[in-house]
């Protein structure tokens, strides 16, 4: 009898143990999610910030677009179109000055 006690309290503590052992390596587990969740949080912020600064951008220039006389410019650059009695002149920039090969 104390022999079968004995193994059964052995049994009970190994239980114990090891019911304790999953239990902290989950806490380790979360504990180190958290932790680069954390490391992380300023990039995302950052990455939030960048995002509803293009979309504030984008927000005022749809509403440019969105008014007959704003959009007009954007006509004239990328379509090339023009009104009755307007001209596009383009300028193109001046090239650099190559060196001569003698110096």
Same mark, same amino acid.
């Given at each position: 009898m104390p022999l079968l006690r004995l193994g059964g309290r052995i049994v009970?503590?190994?239980?114990?143990?090891?019911?304790?052992? /999953?239990?902290? *390596?989950?806490?380790?587990? *979360?504990?180190?999610?958290? *932790?680069?969740?954390?490391?992380? /949080?300023? $990039?995302?912020?950052? +990455?939030?910030?960048?995002? $509803?600064?293009?979309?504030? +951008?984008?927000?005022q220039e749809l509403r440019r677009l969105s008014d007959p006389e704003g959009a007009v410019p954007e006509i004239h650059d990328r379509l090339r179109l023009v009104r009755p009695n307007e001209t596009i002149i383009l300028v193109s920039p001046q090239p650099a000055p190559q060196a001569s090969p003698n110096q």
């Open positions: 009970a503590a190994s239980v114990a143990i090891l019911i304790v052992g /999953l239990v902290v *390596v989950q806490f380790a587990r *979360v504990i180190g999610q958290n *932790v680069a969740a954390a490391r992380q /949080l300023p $990039q995302i912020h950052s +990455d939030i910030s960048a995002l $509803q600064k293009r979309r504030a +951008d984008q927000q």
